[in-house]
């Protein structure tokens, strides 16, 4: 099968069925001869538009092979790369620290709180009871009787107090304090202090209160910092890691998470939020002995540059180096330990091209990297083409089209590519022996056909070997020479170009290729 398919289609040649090659057509610059043009004999052949006018759309089920490492953006503390150090180099919280975030010191943060958006209450009043009890609108409320809370204009709500979640309205009013609060303010409060959620039971320290953003109902949880931390850093990190030698990796997300949340500045009537936009936060309902201990170790402490807290942000695994930005990139031995260390994926043309909105896809390259780490680094630029347009983005915006695990990748077409796939240098070819009579232009050594095939590779090129001599074109018009994959053909207007063999097969006797 040729390079660009059994037919010629108007707008640009299309790749039909997949087989693997290394380098694509499209890289090779392998454009398409058929067009209104010079007569040969025959069969038309004009001047070919550019490479970068007509490229091969490459079929839809095309696989390619995205290799990569980490998983998350890489800026600051890789968690799975502290892990590994803890348990494998021995290092302390501190020192896992200084080596992710450069630049800062530790601090101690005043005690102080944080407002939580609970994400997954947009749009909704407020339903809430605990079973000691609770105080709203300056009253008190009894063990278990439901307080339903809705938002008004002006920073207000409508109160509701019930039997139970569903019971019988007990008394009802309006506030302009609209907060449910525990009846106990102070942090460390136990399980039976903690407010929950009507219907499923959901739990969180601190208060609960409502507002309204433009018009739209928000619920927000306000508690003490390390109360928050409580439920973030078993969300974040895995308590497991404690059994296993990894409690100062556990510290050192308490003290990151403490950190980042205390930079946070989001809505004015929330700091933070609960889910990975921000910092996952699952109120009690994931807290963990194990968890609580590298919280409370490390109370108070923050990472410092400036005299100012520092956005402490941190991934899942560098993959070996960690990105730069905030903090310098450094080496992340302790990473070896995460399993998305290195990674593997593989799309489909059609995928890729529908991720992008660039119609059937061309071509996908990364252009360019931050060139931290091996390889080049992270991708920086990459550059995607198809039939409908070009787009260059950003790696991370690749990451997230493509749902890779990280920005941090190389790709190539076929399946089970090897990260940086090397292509060997083609030996040179044989010369053609110098023709015993004189022949048509471009039989001799050195000819136009000989310099294209050496441009795309020679025998080590995707063309292949050769399957023929050099012969004439009908009527003189020029000549040309069959690969294994393809054609090269040589005008005085056009110059040497490389075609489907079926372009000359149309005007060619067929005992020329033995049929």
């Given amino acids: 099968m ?39 004999g025959g069969f038309h052949l004009a001047k070919s538009p550019s490479n970068e006018q007509i490229q091969a759309v490459v079929a839809a089920d095309t696989p390619f092979t995205f290799t990569g490492h980490g998983k998350g953006h890489g800026r600051g503390m890789g968690q799975w790369g502290a892990y590994g150090y803890a348990t494998e180099q021995g290092w302390a919280a501190e020192r896992i620290l200084a080596h992710f975030y450069g630049g800062t010191t530790l601090g101690q943060l005043e005690e102080s709180q944080i407002s939580v958006r609970l994400q997954w209450r947009d749009d909704q009043p407020l339903h809430v009871y605990s079973d000691a009890g609770a105080v709203v609108a300056g009253k008190q409320v009894a063990p278990g009787e439901g307080v339903h809370l809705t938002p008004i204009p002006g920073g207000g709500a409508n109160v509701v107090v019930t039997e139970g979640c569903t019971g019988a309205v007990v008394w009802q009013s309006m506030t302009d304090h ?9 942090p460390e409060r136990p399980a039976n202090e903690h407010l929950k959620f009507c219907g499923n039971d959901a739990a969180y320290r601190g208060s609960l209160g409502v507002v309204l953003d433009g018009e739209a109902a928000r619920t927000v949880n306000l508690l003490n910092i390390d109360d928050y931390l409580l439920g973030v850093v078993p969300a974040e990190s895995k308590a497991a890691w404690a059994d296993t030698g990894g409690a100062e990796a556990l510290r050192a997300q308490a003290v990151a998470a403490r950190s980042y949340a205390a930079a946070e500045s989001r809505k004015p009537y929330a700091d933070t939020c609960d889910t990975q ?20 170790t490390t109370s108070g402490v923050v990472l410092m540059r400036d005299n100012e807290v520092v956005p402490a942000e941190f991934s899942a ?16 031995e302790g990473d070896a330990a995460s399993p998305h260390h290195d990674w593997t994926v593989t799309k489909t043309a059609g995928e890729i091209g529908r991720a992008f909105g660039v119609g ?11 060139n931290f780490g091996p390889d080049g680094g992270r991708a920086a630029t990459v550059k995607v083409v198809g039939t409908t347009g070009t787009e260059e983005i950003t790696g991370m915006e690749a990451r997230e089209a493509l749902d890779l695990n990280s920005d941090w990748f ?50 080590g090129g995707t063309l292949g070997a050769p399957t023929g001599p050099v012969m004439s074109l009908p009527s003189e018009a020029g000549i040309f020479r069959m690969y294994e994959n393809g054609t090269i053909i040589w005008t ?12 000359v097969r149309k005007v060619l006797p067929d005992t020329i290729f033995g049929e």
């Avoid at 090659?21 to 499209?26: C, D, L, M, S």
């Avoid at 695994?317 to 992340?332: E, I, K, N, Q, R």
């Avoid at 061309?362 to 990297?369: A, H, K, L, P």
């Fill in 360 to 370: 059937e896809l061309q071509s996908i390259e990364v252009i360019s990297r931050n």
């Fill in 277 to 296: 936009d921000c910092q996952v936060y699952a109120g009690t309902a994931k807290e963990d002995p194990r968890t609580t201990d590298a919280v409370r």
């Fill in 178 to 186: 609209p907060w449910v609060d525990p009846i106990d303010l102070a």
């Fill in 410 to 459: 190389s790709v190539a077409e076929g399946v089970g590519v090897p990260d940086v796939v090397a292509v060997p240098e083609a030996p040179e070819p044989a010369p053609e022996p110098a023709p015993e009579s004189e022949g048509p232009v471009g039989t001799e050594p050195g000819s136009p056909i000989e310099e294209k095939y050496r441009e795309l590779g020679g025998t």
């Fill in 492 to 503: 005085e207007t056009l110059g040497a170009q490389a075609v489907d063999a079926d372009v």
């Fill in 317 to 332: 695994s560098t993959g070996g180096y960690s990105s730069g930005g905030d903090f310098p990139a450094v080496a992340d």
């Fill in 2 to 40: 040729s390079l660009l398919g059994k037919r010629y289609i108007a707008g640009g040649p299309r790749r039909t069925g997949w087989r693997p090659t290394v380098v694509r057509a499209a890289t090779l610059g392998i454009a398409p001869a058929l067009a209104l043009g010079a007569t040969l």
